[in-house]
């Protein structure tokens, strides 16, 4: 009876899940927001990494041809919650891919600010998720700004020949992509956005979604079945063993491509730096709100996830690392 009660009660929370999804969908698509962080304003961060863990685990089991391994793990997988959730996030991805790349068209500087202020949030909220700002931590992450700020550079030069090769990737690209950009989209205070930004691949994916590029589509959604099953374990791993420096590593990543998300002068098309000259007022208010934003949502989050009920604790370690 009582598992009875327990199945209806997960059916009727499938269209508030979708809804859940679509915000969720909706902060992934723009660099800077994370949707694990949203899943930890909204309450059910630990049982979606519980869910994702367990099937990536069965994923794994399935490859390994160990059948009633994967068997155990599918029965973990909360589907009642898992697939309202993607529902969600792509039809937030569907609907919200042709906004976002048309103002990246007509309004690349200010876009940019936009990003820049999301980005340099989320980097101030990953520096409140370090438990030890030690010398070890802090070079770490002067290091890891250092080197990829003077990598982006390398692109700085950037013919207009070269952004058109770069604007059609090939389909090992969009692999790859999805394969990075998924482990972000699981932590919060980082965006799969944002490393879509950082390789070059955010505008091609977006024209891919507008485009209805299905094979393209399809091609990035393995590379993220893929990351999913293989990084997610390794960075599960990591952050349990290796935290803080994990984090430093992750907001010297953000500090260092803030280059790229410098509006001037042509917004994320571009990583050379120039100074203001159009549009300095709006991109200002832009990048100033969207950082306040940032962090209005952290400490939403963090109030959400202070108390931890045990009877949610399927992954506590986990929970307490993100």
Not at 61 to 78: F, G, I, N, P
Not at 108 to 122: D, E, K, R, T
Not at 269 to 298: H, K, Q, Y
Request: net charge neutral; glycine share 10%; proline share 4%.
């Amino acid at each position: 009876m009582r598992e009875g009660h327990g199945y209806s009660t997960a059916m009727r929370q499938i269209p508030a899940n979708i809804v859940r999804g679509f915000l969720m969908g909706a902060a992934d698509i723009v660099p800077g927001v994370s949707g694990g962080t949203i899943a930890l304003v909204l309450g059910i961060y630990r049982r979606l990494v519980a869910s994702i863990r367990a099937g990536s685990s069965a994923l794994g089991s399935l490859l390994t041809l160990k059948w009633d391994r994967a068997r155990h793990w599918l029965a973990e997988v909360e589907w009642a919650l898992l697939l309202p959730l993607f529902a969600g996030i792509l039809l937030a991805v569907i609907s919200l891919a042709g906004v976002l790349e048309h103002q990246l068209e007509t309004n690349p500087i200010q876009m940019s600010a936009l990003f820049l202020g999301l980005v340099a949030g989320s980097a101030v909220v990953a520096w409140g998720l370090l438990h030890r700002k030690d010398a070890t931590r802090l070079t770490i992450m002067l290091v890891t700004t250092i080197v990829v700020f003077a990598g982006l550079g390398l692109r700085g030069g950037v013919t207009e020949d070269a952004v058109a090769q770069v604007s059609e990737p090939a389909a090992l690209a969009f692999f790859a992509a999805g394969a990075l950009a998924i482990c972000a989209m699981i932590l919060p205070g980082i965006s799969g956005s944002f490393i879509l930004v950082l390789l070059g691949m955010y505008t091609p994916l977006l024209a891919a979604v507008n485009d209805r590029d299905v094979t393209t589509l399809i091609v990035f959604t393995i590379g993220a079945a893929v990351g999913l099953g293989v990084f997610s374990q390794i960075l599960h791993w990591a952050l349990e063993r290796h935290h803080d420096t994990v984090m430093a590593m992750l907001i010297g990543l953000m500090a260092g491509s803030l280059r790229v998300l410098w509006p001037w002068p042509n917004g994320v098309e571009s990583t050379r730096l120039g100074a203001p000259d159009e549009a300095v007022l709006v991109s200002v208010v832009l990048a100033v709100a969207a950082l306040a934003v940032v962090l209005a949502i952290s400490a939403v989050a963090e109030r959400r996830s202070a108390p931890m009920p045990p009877a949610e604790s399927a992954t506590p370690t986990s929970a307490q690392a993100n």
